[in-house]
DNA sequence: ATATAATATTACAGTGGTGTGACAGGAGTA
DNA sequence: TACTCCTGTCACACCACTGTAATATTATAT
């Protein structure tokens, strides 16, 4: 896996700018947003693997956005660290409250920063991302970027790979193609609509090629005419 | 779920109109303004689902526009995509610290302000928080766009699913052949009253399918003669 | 009972949504 | 460089779905 991205929510140019050259050091990538709403547009296009929130943005959108992307299920598993200048307990346990990940208060030593950083992601990706998704003897294991029917390995391109993930861990729910598309190419690319279709087919192809040992995994990518695809043990 | 609306505010007709045919195209519905005080006349009048907001209206009032609808409880939440010729950094962060939701630059492509448009209303549109209607052994999922009978999908086609949900959303009570129409096909479209019939008949066909295991669903969609169709529980 | 209005049912042709194969350009590799 | 794999797009085919008209059936009124 590539260098963790990080974004930078503060309303402080020169704390933004701190962190960012912190980060860099420790080897990440970082990017930045002034804002609640930046942040969000950021998140939603560029897809983070990790936010470090200001506690006190201006309007006090800081929680506010918290709250909304843990409630959100498409950015809830998204890992964040709040930053705060104040210690009282009251707040921590409020931010804890939303679902937050960790918590920083500032001053901190970069050391400390990075440290956390590390930590909350190794927790992260130990039991989110990189768990290995079964359905029957479909394996889907993200660490080892690997697909397997019954121990036989699945050969399939990066994109299908990205577009299996993304349909085994949100089974038995219609996505339409814009929702694919953002959840899977990312919020600022814009494709042909027929395009997710041709994916599609090569996902399902992919899919069929280890059979005929038992069922056929291929029928799991559902059409759902007029609305989308979705991925399902149950028979179409 | 009828189309949306999008209002477009920019100042030159010809713009207006390329990106209204643009919008209908698109399948939106679309209106303009040419003021920043017609816009905010049309606003409040007809609660677009979306503004598309030139950033140099005369007089500057586009982004004075843009703050003072984030400003007001009331619109604070209808999301703004900015217009705007110029490529600078700075008017971008300007315009998401408004609290703009997104921002296209001119020239642009038809695609890619679709796509942005389709963006930021999902976006807006929050998670959706459909829940499961049920009743006896019918279910009707919505987030899996999947209705079953005793855990067996039953198949129907886009608008008998649609046509089930409106009537499981609304139980024990009457509907005109009108009233369906504008609730099923939306507004602005022109069908034989008849054509309602053959749909009512499809449904009940979809759920006499599954059939028979236990009491007839299609017994749940009543017939009452003269007024139209209703969805109840309580034999007719 | 018969007539009449309202609804049920069937059949059918047009359409739109989806499946599928082919292809050209691009990214990465040897 | 040449090669390979992958990607996005197009064009064509196919079929489920749609709306309508035509006919059959049922309910209400005379």
Same mark, same amino acid.
């Given at each position: 896996?590539?260098?963790?991205?990080?974004?930078?929510?503060?309303?402080?140019?020169?704390?933004?700018?701190?962190?960012?050259?912190?980060?860099?050091?420790?080897?990440?990538?970082?990017?930045?947003?002034?804002?609640?709403?930046?942040?969000?547009?950021?998140?939603?296009?560029?897809?983070?693997?990790?936010?470090?929130?200001?506690?006190?943005?201006?309007?006090?959108?800081?929680?506010?956005?918290?709250?909304?992307?843990?409630?959100?299920?498409?950015?809830?598993?998204?890992?964040?660290?709040? %930053?705060?200048?104040?210690? @009282?307990?009251?707040? /921590? $346990?409020?931010?804890? *409250?939303?679902?937050? +990940?960790?918590?920083?208060?500032?001053?901190?030593?970069?050391r400390e920063l990075v440290?956390?950083?590390?930590?909350?992601?190794?927790?992260?990706?130990?039991?989110?991302?990189?768990?290995?998704?079964?359905?029957?003897?479909?394996?889907?294991?993200?660490?080892?970027?690997?697909?397997?029917?019954?121990?036989?390995?699945?050969?399939?391109?990066?994109?299908?790979?990205?577009? %299996?993930?993304?349909?085994? @861990?949100?089974?038995? /729910? $219609?996505?339409?193609? *814009?929702?694919?598309? +953002?959840?899977?190419?990312?919020?600022?690319?814009?494709?042909?609509?027929?395009?997710?279709?041709?994916?599609?087919?090569?996902?399902?192809?992919?899919?069929?090629?280890?059979?005929?040992?038992?069922?056929?995994?291929?029928?799991?990518?559902?059409?759902?005419?007029?609305?989308?695809?979705?991925?399902?043990?149950?028979?179409?």
């Amino acid at each position: 896996m590539s260098d963790p991205t990080i974004l930078i929510v503060d309303d402080e140019p020169a704390i933004r700018d701190m962190i960012g050259i912190t980060l860099d050091l420790a080897g990440f990538n970082s990017m930045s947003a002034e804002t609640a709403h930046q942040a969000h547009v950021a998140i939603v296009d560029s897809r983070p693997d990790l936010v470090l929130l200001d506690w006190m943005l201006p309007g006090g959108s800081g929680i506010e956005l918290a709250r909304r992307l843990k409630r959100d299920e498409l950015t809830s598993t998204l890992p964040i660290i709040m %930053l705060t200048a104040k210690t @009282s307990e009251d707040n /921590k $346990v409020q931010g804890l *409250d939303v679902g937050v +990940d960790d918590y920083v208060t500032k001053p901190f030593s970069p050391r400390e920063l990075v440290a956390r950083i590390k930590a909350v992601l190794r927790r992260s990706s130990g039991t989110q991302q990189d768990k290995v998704i079964r359905v029957f003897d479909l394996q889907l294991d993200p660490s080892s970027h690997r697909v397997t029917i019954e121990d036989t390995p699945v050969d399939m391109g990066p994109t299908e790979f990205k577009l %299996l993930k993304f349909f085994m @861990s949100h089974q038995e /729910k $219609v996505f339409s193609r *814009d929702h694919i598309q +953002d959840q899977v190419w990312g919020g600022n690319v814009y494709l042909e609509e027929r395009t997710i279709d041709v994916h599609i087919r090569r996902l399902r192809k992919a899919l069929s090629s280890i059979e005929p040992t038992s069922i056929n995994y291929a029928r799991l990518i559902q059409t759902v005419r007029g609305a989308g695809y979705r991925f399902s043990v149950k028979p179409a």
